[in-house]
């Protein structure tokens, strides 16, 4: 015979595993969409690096056509490419590549803008 405290525990166990759940797929749901953006923001970071790396052998516009390339197969706003700084210093040698841009995430109950600064600087 069942004990009507073994049935409400059960149910109540039920109710506990249907709250993590749900607690798992919203934690889920929103580090996906919020991570989309630190991942655009960190594959146009290397990109920078990585032309920063060879730019004593190209000109700055060969450098911002890559980089311009770039932002748009990422699918970064306009904003990073109009943004987009290349400055070569004499003094030491070096090359800092830099832009800035931000993106908004439109999630239920959330909604923030992300303003971001990517940057990259190598010695010539």
Known sequence: MVS???GSRRGASTLGCLVSLLVLVAVLYYGVNIGEVYFRY???KDEMESQARVAAALDNGTIQRRIGSAI???GLPDDAANNLQITRSAQPRAITIETDYSETVNLPLFVHTF???PKATEPL
């Open 42 to 44: 960190y594959r146009i």
């Open 115 to 117: 303003h971001l600064h």
């Open 72 to 74: 748009q197969e990422i």
């Open 4 to 6: 009507a405290g073994a």
